[in-house]
Nanobody
């Protein structure tokens, strides 16, 4: 059974940083492209970032490019999202997600498998 569990969210001031983690099980992580998606209060899901199976290619939404960095540790079955220079508009529940498979399906918000999400709140 596929499991994705996010952690690392919290309350941070504007300009601060957070590092999200997603630990996975139930599939071969090293053969799977992974993504981060967020959902702000009252809004739809917004794709944030995608990383290929070896981490050699990464993709970002314009709203986070240059501030967020996606990475992975295939030995630990872990996906990360380093978030720097956070803004109030980054406040959202952040999810890791995947369709399984190696093809990097960036720019989407309808992946088949999702974690439960972790809340990120950026506020004074």
């Amino acid at each position: 059974e596929v499991h994705l569990v996010e952690s690392g969210g919290g309350l941070v001031q504007p300009g601060g940083s957070l590092r999200l983690s997603c630990v996975v099980s139930g599939f071969t992580f090293s053969n799977t492209s992974m993504s981060w998606v967020r959902q702000a209060p009252g809004k739809g899901r917004e794709w944030v970032s995608t990383i290929t199976i070896g981490g050699g290619s990464t993709y970002y939404a314009d709203s986070v490019r240059g501030r967020f960095t996606v990475s992975r540790d295939n030995a630990k079955n872990k996906l990360y999202l380093q978030m720097d220079s956070l803004k109030t508009e980054d406040t959202a529940v952040y999810y890791c997600a995947t369709d399984l498979g190696w093809i990097p399906k960036w720019g989407r918000n309808d992946y088949k498998y999702w974690g439960q999400g972790t809340q990120v709140t950026v506020s004074l």
